[in-house]
């Protein structure tokens, strides 16, 4: 107890200590709260070694504003690339100094594995990459960050229902395909769509209705100029879904659909 309560109070007063000796908090201990403080961080599993790196995209900042480190270790390193080749299989992390400042994070390998929400403390992120990852949550329970333009999620483990997520206004390209992600049995759901988005949603074993909605909700939008896939596993339209298929090609969308 006075262990805990030692890193309680060094905690306390991280705000006053530099960035690296508030890190360096994060490895001695896996009970205290330190997770939930300032500078937030990325928790995620390594769950097999990998010849590639993971590594962020952050002009403004150097190798010194990353911390990456094992949970409950105090194994770290200061890095703008994580080696995987090295890495311990488990659960991992990263710190940054100024998460708004990170623009692109690339991580599409299926060694890692995570929670979708942990990503929204990326604030700054245009580009998000997570495809054919381990990666699991609710989409629908995930702050994205509001200025994403692209966000690539195909063969995870993201479930949700669309009808819940709110989607960036500026999003051109959305890939949910073959996860667990959901539609609607009423339409009104996509509210947010930008002319000339990639909206590719193939192979989530939709019904008939939900591939109606979406093509309704596509074509209400107003949008011009779109992509979109409803095929894979998800079922054909019906003659409302087609209705709205015509719309969208007179409004020079490329849609496939069963």
Request: charged share 10%; with cysteine; glycine share 10%.
């Amino acid at each position: 107890m006075k262990y805990l309560s030692i890193l309680l109070a060094m905690a306390s007063v991280a705000m006053a200590q530099t960035f690296t000796d508030d890190l360096r908090l994060v490895g001695t201990n896996v009970n205290v709260n330190f997770y939930e403080m300032t500078p937030p961080l990325i928790r995620f599993t390594v769950i097999a070694q990998d010849t590639d790196d993971l590594g962020m995209t952050a002009a403004t900042l150097t190798a010194a504003d990353f911390i990456w480190g094992e949970t409950g270790t105090l194994n770290t390193t200061t890095t703008l690339s994580y080696d995987m080749g090295v890495s311990a299989l488990g659960a991992h992390y990263v710190v940054c100094s100024d998460w708004s400042a990170v623009t692109k994070l690339d991580w599409n390998r299926a060694t890692v594995s995570g929670n979708i929400a942990y990503f929204g403390t990326a604030t700054g992120l245009t580009y998000l990459r997570l495809d054919n990852t381990g990666i699991t949550g609710d989409l629908a329970s995930t702050t994205l960050p509001t200025g994403l333009t692209t966000l690539h999620l195909y063969n995870t483990g993201i479930t949700g229902d669309l009808a819940s997520t709110t989607l960036p206004t500026g999003l051109t390209y959305l890939n949910l395909g073959y996860t667990g992600t959901t539609y609607p049995s009423s339409t009104g759901s996509l509210t947010n769509v930008a002319n000339n988005i990639n909206f590719q949603i193939p192979d989530c074993t939709l019904s008939t209705n939900n591939v109606d909605n979406i093509l309704v909700d596509l074509d209400t939008s107003g949008a011009t100029g779109g992509v979109a896939n409803v095929a894979g596993d998800n079922a054909a339209p019906s003659a409302t879904g087609l209705t709205a298929f015509t719309n969208l090609i007179g409004k020079n969308w490329s849609v496939t659909k069963n």
